[in-house]
């Protein structure tokens, strides 16, 4: 399982970016997709996550309200729409894979089987 996050950049606050995890050898319709980040000296934290079965999607309370992820069967990718992006916001991003999305309460778990190489979005204020 190949996972690989792209589309990290330079944005002003208040900007929007939309990262992409695409796979190669497998379908994502088959793995739940989490999104996760790592800022410099902080833990990698979850941001989202998105069922395999139900397509259920599931957000931290720091990013509900502006980002989004997404499916794209046919492109066999999925997306994390980020708006309203603040410095805050600025970190390593990453997609991951595993069977379902762990949650602890309202956090997303950064335990999941498969990881992709991340993406550095920095927000400028």
């Known amino acids: 399982v190949q996972l690989q996050a792209s589309g990290g950049g330079l944005v002003q606050s208040g900007g929007s970016l939309r990262l992409s995890c695409a796979a190669s050898?497998?379908?994502?319709?088959?793995?739940?997709i989490g999104w996760f980040r790592q800022a410099p000296g902080k833990e990698r934290e979850g941001v989202s996550c998105i069922s395999s079965n139900d397509g259920n999607t599931y957000y931290s309370d720091s990013v509900k309200g502006r980002f989004t992820v997404s499916r794209d069967h046919a492109k066999n990718t999925v997306y994390l729409q980020m708006n309203s992006l603040k410095p805050e916001d600025t970190a390593v991003y990453y997609c991951?894979?595993?069977?379902?999305?762990?949650?602890?309460?309202?956090?997303?778990?950064?335990?999941?089987?498969?990881w992709g190489k991340g993406t550095l979005v920095t927000v400028s204020s």
């Open positions: 991951a894979a595993d069977t379902y999305c762990t949650r602890i309460g309202a956090s997303i778990m950064p335990i999941m089987d498969y």
């Open positions: 050898g497998f379908t994502l319709d088959s793995y739940a």
